[in-house]
């Protein structure tokens, strides 16, 4: 039924709960996962703008990107221990919109997405990623709550 599995993670408490859904959706059958981590644009060496070759020093964006990197090493190695297909991807952007966004690219069955308990405030302030990944989301969309 879910062909190709968008996975984000973000290296929160709750992203091994929703590497587990997503074994669970993917286990005995022939779906692809694509494990993804949103980077936001003032952290993506690869997207800063810069002149082409040019060596930028920025010791708090090489550590955003080597923590994203872990991130999905971590699920990778899950599902390839579960015999899961999967490949791992880093995306630039506001997290909500470049879900989306890959999930098009890749023209994904569904995405498999963690939900935090932010406090009014944080709604306000940061909004809810997995709300706006529903309200825009090209396919069905599985939020895992445990965790919290």
């Known amino acids: 039924m879910f062909d190709v599995i968008l996975l984000a993670v973000d290296g929160s408490k709750q992203s091994p709960f929703v590497v587990d859904l997503a074994c669970q959706l993917a286990k005995d059958r022939a779906s692809t996962v694509f494990v993804t981590c949103c980077i936001d644009e003032s952290y993506a060496l690869e997207n800063n703008g810069d002149i082409p070759g040019e060596i930028v020093d920025y010791p708090p964006a090489e550590q955003e990107q080597h923590t994203a990197r872990a991130v999905v090493g971590r699920a990778l190695d899950t599902l390839a221990q579960a015999g899961i297909s999967a490949r791992g991807n880093l995306i630039v952007g506001a997290a909500g919109e470049a879900l989306v966004a890959e999930a098009a690219k890749r023209k994904a ?26 309200a825009g989301s090209p396919c069905p969309v599985l939020v895992e709550v445990r965790g919290n």
């Open 109 to 134: 069955s569904v995405i498999v997405i963690g939900h935090r308990q932010l406090s009014a405030f944080g709604r306000m302030m940061k909004g809810s990623v997995s709300a706006e990944v529903i």
